[in-house]
C-alpha cells in the first residue's frame, strides 16, 4: 500500500487554518492514522481510525476523509499556533505494511 | 511509567550487523505488537515489520525479508531488532513503536537508537 501525502512543505501564520492531504493507494477501511514529529524527537500519534484524537490532542487538530474520494484522508489544524511548526506524517494502519507518507514540513512564519 | 527504553547508538563497519534493544515498562508487555521503524536523517518514516512479545510471531517487510530478524525476552521485557549486511544506506535512526492492540496504530515510541555504517 503506497501512501502519497502532499504538499510536502507549507508555510502558514499563527491563527491560520492548514490542510494536510494522504491518499492511499488502497482502500484501507478508514485505518488512517497522522503523527506529529518535531526535530530531535520521536514521532507522536495525534489521530487515529481518521478522526480519533489522541488523549491530550487538542481540538484544533482534526481529521477527515473525502466524500467523493474514500481514499483521500486530511489532517486540518485550525487556529494555527507557534508550537504546531513540525513535521505530519500519515500512516496506514489497516494491514501490512503500515506504510507511512512521505511527511509535510509545517513551517510557521 | 509506561515507556520504551531503547539502547545506545552503534556505529557499524559495512557488511557486520547491528542488534537495537527496546524495554518495555508500565503495561503488560505481551499485550501489544512492537514494530520497528526507521528515518534516515532529513528523511520520512520506513516500517521495517513488527513482533509479537507473547508468541514471538514476526512479520517484515518485503525490503527486508532476508535481512532483518526480530525476537523477544518476555523475561526481560525486551525486544530486539538485528539487522545484518550492514550499507551505507542503512544509517538511520531506529525507533521501535508499540501497536495498539488490535490496530495498527503506533500510540508509544521510543526515543530511537542512531545507527551510523562507516568504513
Known amino acids: 500500500i503506497q501512501m502519497t501525502q502532499y504538499p510536502s512543505t507549507l508555510s502558514a501564520s499563527v491563527g491560520d487554518t492548514v490542510v494536510i492531504t494522504c491518499r492511499a493507494s488502497q482502500r484501507i477501511s478508514g485505518r488512517l492514522a497522522w503523527y506529529q514529529q518535531k526535530p530531535g524527537q520521536a514521532p507522536k500519534l495525534l489521530i487515529h481510525?481518521?478522526?480519533?484524537?489522541?488523549s491530550g490532542v487538542p481540538s484544533r487538530f482534526s481529521g477527515g476523509v473525502s466524500m467523493s474520494a474514500a481514499t483521500e484522508y486530511s489532517l486540518t489544524i485550525y487556529n494555527l499556533q507557534p508550537h504546531d511548526s513540525a513535521t505530519y506524517f500519515c500512516?496506514?494502519?489497516?494491514?501490512?505494511?503500515?506504510?507511512f507518507g512521505q511527511g509535510t514540513k509545517l513551517e510557521i512564519k | 511509567q509506561v515507556q520504551l527504553v531503547q539502547s545506545g547508538a552503534e556505529e557499524k563497519r559495512p557488511g557486520t550487523s547491528v542488534m537495537v534493544s527496546c524495554e518495555a515498562s508500565?503495561?503488560?508487555?505481551?499485550?501489544?505488537?512492537i514494530s520497528w521503524v526507521r528515518q534516515a536523517t532529513g528523511q520520512g518514516l520506513e516500517w521495517m515489520g513488527w513482533?509479537?512479545?507473547?508468541?514471538?510471531?514476526?512479520g517484515y517487510a518485503e525490503k527486508f525479508q532476508g535481512r532483518v530478524t526480530m525476537t523477544r525476552s518476555t523475561s526481560l521485557r525486551t525486544v530486539y531488532m538485528e539487522l545484518s549486511s550492514l550499507t551505507s544506506e542503512d544509517t538511520a535512526v531506529y525507533y521501535c513503536?508499540?501497536?495498539?492492540?488490535?490496530?495498527?496504530?503506533?500510540?508509544?515510541w521510543g526515543r530511537g537508537t542512531l545507527v551510523t555504517v562507516s568504513s
Open positions: 513503536a508499540r501497536m495498539r492492540r488490535g490496530e495498527g496504530d503506533f500510540d508509544l
Open positions: 513482533v509479537n512479545p507473547g508468541s514471538g510471531n514476526t
Open positions: 481510525k481518521t478522526y480519533t484524537l489522541e
Open positions: 508500565g503495561y503488560t508487555f505481551t499485550n501489544n505488537d
Open positions: 500512516q496506514n494502519h489497516d494491514r501490512s505494511p503500515f506504510s
